[in-house]
């Protein structure tokens, strides 16, 4: 295991430089797109489809925006729905990339690892079987064409708790957010009289 003094860790401090953070990794479509657009333009006929078919018992709410009220079986089905709407849309395109989105609020903030994990990036290239004459078979999987490797790191404000928490990056809840590592620096002097120690 390297000692070097740069290498961020789960547990160590950083400074945010950049404040770039990591929404999702994916395609330009998401299953989230697409549920907010089924609820926007097809929501009441849904729903009065699901109450006709006796799947919801009622209508005196919306069992779709409401987050108290949100039902299993019909946020089930809107979900499966929205899948199918994104693979036939092939989600969006090709281009698997970071969606991000800026925090000036916290351009400077010391903050605490987390969180810690790869990403790839890169454009999707469907896989392709070959047949030559003789009979044989040759495929190529598919692959991400001009391929990127990121390095995210989850982070979040220091307090007590996130001194002495070992949470890994599967578990990340709440915080400020993921982070590409080029965004940070580590902090490798604690000052002395800090309150938060």
Same mark, same amino acid.
């Given at each position: ?91 969006? @395109? ?27 990036? @890169?454009?999707?290239?469907? @896989? ?6 003789? @009979? ?25 708790q996130s001194i002495f ?33």
């Amino acid at each position: 295991m390297s000692k070097k003094r740069d290498i961020i860790r789960i547990g160590d401090e950083v400074e945010i430089i950049n404040p770039i953070f990591v929404k999702r990794v994916g395609y330009p479509l998401s299953i989230e797109d697409i549920e907010k657009e089924l609820i926007k333009e097809h929501g009441d006929e849904i729903r009065d489809f699901l109450i006709k078919i006796g799947v919801c018992k009622t209508s005196s709410y919306d069992i779709f925006d409401n987050e108290n009220n949100r039902q299993y079986i019909p946020v089930k089905i809107l979900n499966e729905m929205a899948r199918i709407m994104l693979r036939s849309r092939g989600f969006g @395109g090709d281009e698997r990339s970071l969606h991000t989105e800026e925090k000036p609020e916290v351009k400077g903030k010391r903050c605490r690892i987390l969180g810690r994990k790869v990403v790839k990036t @890169g454009i999707h290239t469907a @896989g392709h079987t070959y047949h030559s004459y003789d @009979g044989d078979t040759d495929y190529d999987p598919p692959y991400l064409a001009d391929e990127k490797t990121h390095l995210l790191f989850f982070v979040d404000e220091i307090t007590r708790q996130s001194i002495f928490s070992k949470v890994y990056a599967w578990k990340v809840e709440s915080g400020i957010g993921w982070i590409e590592a080029i965004n940070l620096k580590k902090v490798t002097k604690i000052k002395e009289n800090d309150d938060e120690w």
